[in-house]
């Protein structure tokens, strides 16, 4: 799926959807950050939009309590993403979020919650992601969507079943973004998955470390760069970067 857009001018305004894993908890960078400071090195004009700024208060039982405990908030930290958050939810609010915030590019990574928490199958999942692709469109009929596979993590490989739905759902992922691709409202996947290994690239065995912030935001930018004109690939090898203190991460009962 290759677009025919030219890439705008002026201001690109990227909005970023997601759960956990873009959201971030305390003391990440995240992989917002990552995409932002390889796309403004690369001399893009970018402005992140969103109802958002934080990150998740780790450091609490809670879900949806704010953190701007950056590890650098120096950044654009505006985005759409939720601790927890599936397609089943989002499709139903994304419309409004598209309208209100005007993004030009949707990048997307969803899905894991709802394999997880909703124990959706494979055409609860599609008929999910159209009802999804469809709502972001009322709200910009032009909108660009990129939507990232998701990505490897320790229950998958502990668990063949859950493994076997992960694929089946990158695989619709793919097939339904193929099928909905138009011209007007081009749909390309970033491969988020394909450098990940959650048991190098996770804190917990689901949440991207630091190395797997980077692998996350390398997909969405060689994806920006390759199909739209925006930016750079991400440069390889990709470099060894701190990691967040264990001690961030500790959860208080």
């Known amino acids: 799926m290759s677009s025919s ?46 109802p958002k700024n934080d990150l998740d208060a780790i450091t609490t039982a809670q879900v949806g309590d704010g953190d701007v405990d950056y590890a650098d908030p120096q950044f654009d930290t505006d985005h759409d993403a939720q601790w927890g958050r599936p397609y089943c939810l989002e499709m139903n609010e994304i419309a409004a979020k598209v309208a209100a915030h ?13 394999l997880f ?5 494979p055409e609860q999942n599609e008929a999910n992601l159209r009802t999804f692709i469809a709502a972001a469109r009322t709200g910009n009929p032009g909108l660009r969507l990129v939507l990232g596979t998701l990505l490897d993590t320790h229950k998958a490989s502990v ?35 394909a450098e990940f290994v959650a048991s190098a690239h996770t804190w917990d065995g ?19 760069s ?6 750079a690939p991400y440069p390889r090898p ?6 967040v203190p264990v001690a961030a991460k500790k959860l208080i009962a």
Do not use: K
């Open 102 to 114: 005007r993004p030009d590019y949707l990048l997307v990574l969803l899905g894991i919650n709802d």
């Open 159 to 193: 668990d063949p079943a859950f493994n076997a739905r992960v694929c089946e759902f990158n695989r619709c992922l793919i097939m339904t973004g193929c099928d909905l691709h138009t011209p007007q409202s081009p749909i390309v996947i970033a491969a988020t998955h």
């Open 206 to 224: 689901t949440h991207p470390n630091a190395q797997g912030e980077l692998r996350i935001a390398a997909a969405f930018a060689d994806t920006l």
């Open 238 to 243: 990709f470099p060894t970067v701190a990691e």
């Open 226 to 231: 390759g199909q739209f004109g925006i930016g």
């Open 117 to 121: 928490w909703y124990d959706h199958g």
């Open 5 to 50: 857009q030219p890439t705008p001018a002026g201001v690109v305004n990227l909005m970023i959807v997601g759960d956990s894993i873009s959201h971030g908890s305390s003391g990440d960078w995240t992989w917002r950050y990552r995409l932002y400071q390889h796309l403004r090195a690369h001399g893009v004009d970018l402005d992140f939009v969103g």
